[in-house]
């Protein structure tokens, strides 16, 4: 395999955009990439284009990456669409890493849309694909952490204030993120007194329903020394589907921790060695579980970890400088190309105000999806990348 | 408590709810109690809910035999929803129940007039009633759990 470097990054502001066009979305992503990399649109040898609800939401099935390209004179070369749930973004950069570290193409781009504004049902909780005996039940995605909620503070002692502390120290850093949708402070206290979704979660423990797009340009480490003095590399990468397992602990996930152990034993890197992270906080619960998963921290002390600060900007690990899904926004297929553009930023010292000084390693973490069963469920896709200087 | 004879007679005139009726069994008669439908497999003894194409612990195929979950499993975990979807009126309970006998963790609708009260851990009873509304508004049953505790309370209540 080949090394190989992200020379260029772009994204959307993640807002709610009803009025717009999701191609529009990718259209913006994918020249603000271009133009960071300095590259002509021809030089893309290969493409790969995440999204997970356009179809159902949208009525485009598929075509939407060609669709996007088609639109900046990117066409007749290998072009893929991603779904794999909300790791459909992250999905599509891990593909267009191995076209390029294969060697079979030089230079790759993935992008990441969605549109979520377009769905009914507003102020409700977007249902899940794929879930149909859940669903009759009145399953949601936050009825599912907010189990592993109670169950983590049954087994761990963990409090609803340590999962506010999560909310609120990602909307601090949104603050700082002109990208974010969210960027006002708020408090601990603010986020427990939020409407109450599925106790012991509030609304701010919740992400958003958010529209934007992402888009990173992928290239061997011989290519991309023509185009960039300051290419970060991908040091690791890891996609594993649902562990399925019967009596399974609902405290951890055992897809992400076997996708991280990839990315780490592949990068030869270790959690310790990992200064910024961006991590798949859909719910605040889940920030915890994966500083555990990861191996940020022991299994039961992500609460302890937030508490004491360990994962702010300043902190051991600086999760989530961004504002994460709960505060930068959650456009499904979007997300995991625009946490690997924060790394990149984070890993150039780009990130201006939210920069975590001196990051040499980053790490991605996006995962999502629930099976279709009445057993106890697990995520159905998790990806882990590992991005280095 | 008019309420819940209301509902009790609204669910006698329900049917089953179509995604899940495969999944229960409603009792025979009031002195019989209810039960969920899994699998058991012949050659190997693993048990799975709800039933698969293959055994999930040795993977034959045609090894699994229909197998009567007992009616009573603890409870795991659970959450109480405020924001429902379509169909639904909140809050109302969804959770996990083990079955540690049988080696099962499964998702369950959980009803408790005293959700505050509720510990992990406790013992909880199946019962078969009206868990949402079609979207023609008719009633629809699913299995549903209640805590022991209120069950023993109101076994009428609970047998319906």
């Known amino acids: 395999m080949r090394e190989v470097a992200v020379i260029g990054v772009g994204m959307t502001r993640f807002a709610k955009m009803p009025e717009a066009d999701v191609i529009d979305l990718g259209i913006q992503a994918c020249l603000d990439a271009i133009k960071d990399a300095g590259i ?203 562990a399925y397992r019967q009596m399974r602990d609902i405290t951890l996930f055992p897809s992400d921790a076997q996708s991280a152990k990839d990315a780490y034993e592949m990068a030869g890197i270790g959690p310790g060695d990992v200064d910024v992270a961006e991590v798949h ?58 946490q690997i553009a924060e790394i990149v930023w984070q890993l150039r010292s780009e990130a201006t105000g939210r920069q975590v000084e001196g990051a040499k390693v980053g790490l991605t973490h996006c995962a999502g999806g629930f099976q279709d069963t009445l057993e106890m469920g697990e995520v159905c896709a998790s990806t882990v990348h590992l991005f280095k200087r | ?53 293959l055994c999930p612990h040795c993977l034959r195929g045609d090894t699994s035999e229909p197998a009567l979950l007992p009616p009573r499993a603890t409870l795991y975990s659970y959450c109480v929803v405020y924001v429902p979807p379509m169909g639904f009126s909140a809050p109302y309970g969804l959770g996990t129940v083990d079955f540690p006998d049988q080696g099962l963790r499964i998702n369950a609708p959980i009803r408790s007039d005293d959700f505050d009260h509720l510990e992990l851990g406790e013992e909880m009873q199946l019962v078969i009633e009206r868990i949402r509304e079609s979207s023609e508004g008719e009633p629809l049953l699913g299995y549903v759990f209640v805590p022991m505790r209120e069950w023993t309370a109101s076994p009428q209540g609970g047998k319906k």
């Open chain 2, 1 to 53: 408590m008019a309420e819940q004879s209301k509902a009790k007679s609204a669910s006698e005139a329900a049917t089953p709810d179509p995604f899940l009726k495969d999944f229960f069994l409603i009792a025979a008669s009031p002195d019989k109690e209810p039960h969920l439908i899994g699998q058991r497999c012949s050659a190997c003894g693993g048990y799975a809910f709800p039933k698969r194409v």
């Open chain 1, 281 to 338: 906080d859909c719910f605040s619960i889940a920030e915890l579980i994966h500083y555990e998963d990861l191996g940020f921290c022991a299994k039961g002390e992500g609460g302890r970890m937030i508490q004491e600060g360990r994962t702010a900007i300043g902190g051991d690990v600086a999760v989530n400088p961004s504002g994460g899904l709960l505060s930068k926004g959650h456009p499904l297929g979007a997300t995991g190309v625009g």
């Open chain 1, 40 to 242: 002509d649109p021809r030089a893309i040898q290969t493409a790969y284009c995440g999204h997970a609800r356009t179809g159902q939401l949208l009525g485009r099935e598929g075509g939407v990456g060609q669709t996007i390209l088609y639109q900046i004179g990117v066409s007749g070369i290998p072009m893929v669409d991603v779904s794999n749930f909300c790791a459909s973004g992250s999905t599509a950069f891990r593909e267009a890493w191995l076209a390029v570290a294969s060697g079979l193409y030089d230079i790759a781009i993935a992008i990441g849309v969605e549109q979520l504004t377009a769905r009914s049902g507003k102020g409700q909780p977007l249902t899940s694909d794929n879930v149909k005996y859940l669903t009759a039940m009145g399953f949601s995605p936050p009825t599912f952490f907010a189990q592993i909620a109670r169950r983590h503070m049954y087994e761990y002692g963990t409090t609803p204030e340590q999962l506010a502390m999560v909310a609120a120290k990602n909307r601090g850093n949104a603050c700082f993120n002109p990208r974010a949708q969210y960027q006002e402070a708020v408090t601990v206290e603010q986020v427990l007194a939020s409407k109450v979704i599925a106790d012991p979660l509030h609304l701010l423990d919740c992400c958003p329903t958010t529209d934007g797009g992402a888009a990173a340009i992928l290239c061997s480490k011989e290519v991309a020394a023509r185009y960039t003095n300051r290419p970060v590399f991908v040091a690791g990468s890891g996609l594993r589907s649902g």
